[in-house]
């Protein structure tokens, strides 16, 4: 059984920060990409940055320069630092993390965190 478990969402006025954390746990053998999406009621899911195991990330142009990935392979954990934040980054955002079950199979599979809510207003 693999679980990501997001923490870090919340309330925040226009201008301020926050940072998300997911946490991979379970029986698993590796984990290659790790990222977040994002929802606006109404909207579509959209990919906001991922980052592979070997640190080369991307990021969607609306955020570029205030959104950073990063992670911690040691610890199984990807985190979002969302700096001079928006009332457009309302969403529920949700991580992911492409599991490698078995050193026997090449197989990823997509596993998902809760979601946690950000809501940017003043």
């Known amino acids: 059984q693999v679980q990501l478990v997001e923490s870090g969402g919340g309330l925040v006025q226009p201008g301020g920060s926050l940072r998300l954390s997911c946490a991979a746990s379970g029986s698993f053998f590796s984990i290659n990409a790790m990222g977040w999406y994002r929802q606006a009621p109404g909207n579509q899911r959209e990919l906001v940055a991922t980052?592979?195991?070997?640190?080369?990330?991307s990021y969607v142009d609306s955020v570029k320069g205030r959104f950073t990935i990063s992670r911690d392979n040691a610890k199984n954990t990807v985190y979002l630092q969302m700096n001079s934040l928006k009332p457009e980054d309302t969403a529920v955002y949700y991580c992911y993390a492409d599991i490698r079950r078995s050193s026997y199979s090449l197989t990823e599979i997509r596993y998902w965190g809760q979601g946690t809510q950000v809501t940017v207003s003043s």
């Open positions: 980052m592979t195991r070997g640190g080369i990330t």
